[in-house]
């Protein structure tokens, strides 16, 4: 993808939201110029809800990774521990995981613990599968051969399956930045007085100041913006061979 | 140096491949094991590296019963041996990481090995085998003869003192493919290597088996063998010698695939 051809199409529907609000022409849709200065007007404030959810965000992602990845790892390489494990994770899986945050929140109350918790719930098995399942492809002819060179299990792990997991670890994180972001929200909504989701819904309902909802809006875009090109930045360091020509 | 002991051999469910077959190479020498596909070659060779064991019977390799890989056993394989996600390089200097990892603990390096720097050896294969221009690249980024020597280079670089080859050059075109024959013979001369080159390919065994193993129609109850003294010569190729001793070798291949008699004829059992 070519900076040139993001500059425009970020352009192109910039100007569709313009000419909407202009025909619209209602308070409940400002338009872009508005809410960039509402934006600009609350800017320490949107800045100060952005650090917390991000920081959030975050850490939510290194906890489901830090845990998925060696599971995914396990289950892949050590048929046994599938055997016990896949049945779980089959039936897990296609919940939706967000129907626990009232309970979680029953047990831990309206904590950074229960946001972080039901994110990291979430994100676990979006890791997870795809994780053990790339572990399973990995091809004898490769492992034969690491094994002929004197690689057991540890060096096995060392040398194979952790760099070999990388970009599947970066896809499936990228797969669910959405999702986790989304989740945020959702969690930031009730019980706190931090965090983009608790501005954007204080703006709407309760201050009914529509340009600034959008700019909280804005904010949440960003993050998950942001997050996207991290990822990319990661990619890059972690993955030359990808993109090598 | 190989000895193959009353060796069985048989997946679950399935009749055995190998049936109590004995069958022993000498140190130095150069082998040649051709068959059709489903023959039990790439069996054979996976036995002999240690990453199958038999059914029943044993293999000792150097007064070794072997159960798992050993560190002086050289594996190079048809295609996808090497890491997609290290440069050439990095490949080449793999099996020393793994020893450096491990240390000297007999199982997973031998016991003489001396943990230190990795790069001068490295880069004396990377040279010998012509690929030190390619070192920073990946494997995806050469040619299939390119990453052949890579996977040679990575093995050698361990100082084997058993080289098994499973069907190293089935993807490479045939200017490729002699030119890594020619390779694979003056390095088993200069390394003295004991070498086991499985392979489908009548050429390929013609040209550097020395005895030649012949595969047929499982189960393997004793071993056909097929003398080739004039092999590991560079100009043997060319010679009409080559294609009678082709002809011969296909000649067999056909006879033990098609029947499973006695051998007959100009084939001579090996004991």
């Known amino acids: 993808m070519r900076k040139r051809d993001l500059i425009i199409t970020s352009l192109t529907v910039l100007l569709i939201w313009q000419i909407s609000a202009l025909l619209v022409q209602r308070d409940i849709l400002p338009t872009p110029l508005a809410v960039a200065q509402a934006f600009v007007e609350n800017l320490g404030e949107i800045t100060r809800h952005f650090i917390a959810s991000g920081l959030r965000v975050i850490v939510s992602i290194i906890i489901a990774v830090a845990l998925a990845v060696p599971a995914g790892l396990g289950m892949g390489q050590i048929p046994r521990l599938n055997r016990i494990f896949s049945p779980l994770v089959y039936l897990v899986y296609p919940i939706p995981k967000i129907v626990f945050f009232p309970i979680i929140m029953l047990f831990f109350g309206a904590t950074e613990f229960s946001k972080i918790l039901i994110i990291v719930l979430i994100l676990f098995f979006q890791i997870l599968v795809p994780v053990r399942d790339d572990s399973l492809s990995l091809r004898p002819e490769l492992l034969n051969s690491v094994k002929s060179l004197g690689a057991g299990r540890r060096a096995l792990f060392r040398f194979v399956y952790v760099p070999s997991a990388f970009p599947i670890v970066l896809t499936s994180v990228r797969l669910s930045v959405g999702t986790a972001v989304a989740v945020l929200y959702f969690t930031e909504v009730t019980a706190t007085y931090l965090g983009l989701g608790y501005y954007i819904f204080l703006m709407s309902g309760t201050m009914f100041d529509y340009a600034a909802t959008y700019a909280g809006a804005v904010a949440m875009g960003l993050l998950g913006l942001c997050l996207y090109f991290l990822i990319d930045w990661l990619e890059r360091r972690l993955c030359p061979w990808k993109f090598a020509t | ?271």
């Open chain 2, 1 to 271: 140096m190989i000895e193959f002991q009353n060796v069985t051999f048989a997946y679950t469910n399935a009749r055995p491949v190998f049936d109590r077959f004995n069958w022993s190479v000498e140190r130095g020498a150069a082998w040649a094991v051709i068959g059709g596909s489903g023959n039990g070659k790439t069996t054979l060779l996976m036995m002999l590296a240690g990453l199958r064991l038999p059914t029943s019977g044993q293999i000792v390799v150097d007064e070794q019963v072997i159960d798992r890989p050993r560190p002086r056993t050289g594996l190079v394989l048809q295609e996808y041996g090497l890491l997609p996600w290290a440069t050439i390089q990095q490949n080449v200097a793999l099996g020393l990481r793994v020893r450096n990892f491990y240390g000297p603990d007999g199982r997973h390096a031998p016991i003489e090995h001396v943990a230190g720097p990795i790069e001068p050896q490295v880069e004396r294969w990377l040279k010998r085998l012509g690929i030190d221009a390619m070192r920073a690249r990946y494997p995806a980024q050469i040619s299939g003869g390119q990453r052949q020597r890579a996977a040679i280079a990575r093995t050698l670089v361990l100082e084997p003192d058993l080289l098994l080859m499973d069907e190293p050059f089935a993807a490479l075109d045939a200017p490729t493919r002699e030119d890594l024959q020619n390779l694979t013979v003056e390095l088993q001369r200069e390394q003295n290597l004991t070498l086991v080159f499985v392979t489908h390919n009548l050429e390929d065994a013609v040209f550097l088996g020395q005895k030649i193993l012949v595969l047929g129609q499982p189960p393997h109850v004793r071993p056909v063998v097929i003398e080739n003294p004039q092999a590991g010569s560079l100009a043997y190729r060319s010679e009409s010698a080559f294609f009678e001793m082709c002809a011969r070798v296909r000649e067999s291949l056909t006879h033990y695939s098609l029947s499973r008699s006695t051998p007959v004829g100009p084939v001579t059992p090996h004991a």
